[in-house]
């Protein structure tokens, strides 16, 4: 157990909605990542928060954003989802944005789009 | 641009033999922190092992070692006396600047009784 939650841990939806997913990182942990993935793409970055606030983008959709909350849990929001967007979500989070700090990964979100 | 290339999609290994994941990274950065994930067919990312940019000696963690040549930017893993619980596919990673993880494709590792 790496101590990052993250739920749902599936979640079925058709196109054109509109989804939630939550991630709790590991007690101390300031930074949370969001990754996808997905058989074609691979593992790919999303989004980075620090302490509340946005540090990076990756390969994000305009249809998706994210927010950390004062708590430090962080929620991605997915809208007029696609059957493309049919991926495994993940969170991930460290102490800080240092490059020699481990990330440690929750059980991610498994989401299919009908 | 930073990559990571792993070149095995996948491997066979025997149990109770050792086996080497390869990873080559490319990067321009003097620091940068390489990593080793492990993700079962359950779906969740291990963490397995780290090596530092500075690091002089090789990281080892329990049956992990990672065999790290900085002057040929290579970053393999050594599983020691595979297991079945080994099975998996594994992943090479790179911290880039602003720390954010770049992956490579990943190998596909199926230790045989």
């Known amino acids: 157990d790496s101590g990052v939650t993250q739920t749902p841990k599936h979640l079925i939806t058709a196109t054109g909605q509109r989804v939630t997913l939550r991630c709790s990182p590991r007690?101390?942990?300031?930074?949370v990542y969001w990754y996808q993935q997905s058989l074609d793409q691979g593992l790919q970055f999303l989004i980075q928060?620090?302490?509340?606030?946005?540090?990076a983008k990756g390969n994000i959709l305009e249809r998706f954003s994210a927010q950390q909350f004062p708590d430090l849990h962080s929620e991605l929001n997915l809208s007029s989802l696609e059957l493309g967007d049919s991926a495994l979500y993940f969170c991930?989070?460290?102490?800080?944005?240092?490059?020699?700090?481990?990330?440690?990964f929750g059980p991610g979100t498994r989401l299919l789009v009908l | 641009a930073q990559k990571i290339t792993q070149t095995q999609p996948g491997m066979f290994v025997q149990e109770k033999e050792a086996v080497t994941l390869d990873c080559t990274y490319d990067?321009?950065?003097?620091?940068?922190?390489l990593f080793w994930y492990k993700q079962p067919s359950s779906g969740e990312m291990i963490f397995l092992i780290y090596?530092?940019?500075?690091?002089?000696q090789n990281a080892t963690e329990g049956r992990y070692s990672l065999n790290f040549q900085k002057a040929r930017k290579s970053a393999n893993l050594v599983i020691s006396a595979s297991q079945l619980g080994d099975s998996a596919m594994y992943f090479c990673?790179?911290?880039?600047?602003?720390?954010?993880?770049?992956f490579g494709q990943g190998t596909e590792l199926s230790v045989k009784p």
């Open positions: 007690s101390g942990d300031l930074s």
């Open positions: 990067t321009s950065d003097q620091s940068y922190g």
């Open positions: 928060y620090y302490n509340g606030e946005e540090r």
């Open positions: 991930a989070s460290s102490v800080s944005t240092s490059r020699q700090e481990t990330q440690y």
């Open positions: 990673a790179m911290r880039a600047q602003g720390g954010k993880l770049i």
């Open positions: 090596q530092g940019s500075y690091d002089e």
